[in-house]
């Protein structure tokens, strides 16, 4: 067998001309540059060069040459891309995230990222956070950032904290409200649930859901029905911070009523490090991030 090492030998002597130049490129000592070639030849069974001079090719040389070149150029490309994905620097990572994370918190943290990893590529989904457990569940995404409940089979690291607010028009009662909102202010008006609405379980709100007619998962089309008065609905802080005209959104006294947005992969599964790069990034930056959207990063873990 041919040693890529000893083919690279050969190609760098056939284009110095020389063996001098060549163990100067190579580091290497003229006697083992001589000893490489000299295997070489025996190993094919016939030379290589013209002469002990190597200024010229015979017809073998220069067959073995025109295909070692192509060889380590492949070589080299391959073992550039392996070492690049085993540091994180390249590869294809696939991410979900909820709409608010994906909007407003995930744009300067892929600029960087990117601009770092010139040869890494990023699949982006913004869904509800039922749709980013499903997808990393079944593995079509390598990471998600969604809020719990967390079904088994998933590891969830928190990110952050987030309070939710009350949507509703600004023409609504419950705007002129001076204080923050008790369940009690929201009875017999309409309500309408929505993927956050799962993670709440205060009973007076469970009593207030339980009469809810309406459940719409995409935030467009939830913000369009109270932009139409069918109801309000409680969202995210983060989501709520570029409501359209005449929309409102109104803090909630209930200290329990926010939500934790972690960052999900498969129990089980290594991750890519390109996939570990990325979460090392996102949690270097949280607290900015965190100080600007007036979130609260994480203090515990839930799984």
């Known amino acids: 067998m041919i040693r890529t090492e000893v083919l690279r030998v050969f190609v760098t002597v056939a284009a110095s001309g020389n063996i001098r130049d060549a163990a100067d490129q190579l580091c290497r000592t003229q006697s083992a540059i001589s000893m490489s070639l000299k295997q070489l030849e025996t190993h094919l069974g016939a030379p ?24 380590l150029r492949d070589h080299d490309t391959a073992t550039g891309l392996i070492e690049g994905y085993a540091k994180g620097d390249s590869g294809q990572l696939r991410i979900a995230s909820v709409p608010s994370v994906a909007a407003l918190l995930l744009p300067e943290v892929l600029r960087d990222f990117l601009a770092a990893r010139p040869k ?51 023409d609504s009662i419950l705007a002129q409200t001076a204080r923050p909102l008790l369940w ?10 929505n993927e956050t609405s799962r993670g709440i379980q205060a009973a007076d709100f469970l009593a207030l859901a339980a009469t809810a007619r309406l459940r719409v998962r995409n935030v467009t089309s939830l913000l369009a029905m109270v932009q139409a008065g069918v109801g309000v609905t409680l ?19 209930d200290p329990t009523c926010r939500r934790t947005v972690g960052v ?39 799984s």
């Open 48 to 71: 290589l060069f013209e002469s002990d001079r190597k200024h010229s090719l015979t017809d073998l040389g220069r067959f073995v040459q025109s295909v070692a070149v192509v060889l």
């Open 184 to 193: 009690a202010d929201i009875e017999g008006v309409p309500i309408i649930l």
């Open 264 to 302: 999900l992969h498969r129990a089980g599964r290594v991750q890519s490090p390109l996939a570990l790069a990325f979460q090392q990034q996102l949690f270097r930056v949280i607290g900015p991030l965190a100080t600007r959207f007036d979130l609260t990063p994480a203090r515990s873990g839930r």
């Open 120 to 170: 890494a590529e990023v699949d982006l989904v913004d869904t509800d956070s039922a749709d980013v457990r499903h997808l990393v569940e079944t593995g079509q995404a390598d990471l998600g950032l969604a809020s719990a409940p967390v079904q088994d089979g998933l590891i969830d690291t928190p990110l952050f904290e987030d309070d939710l607010k009350l949507v509703c028009r600004s």
């Open 235 to 253: 969202l995210p802080g983060l989501a709520t911070r570029s409501l359209p005209v005449p929309l409102v959104a109104l803090p909630l006294a």
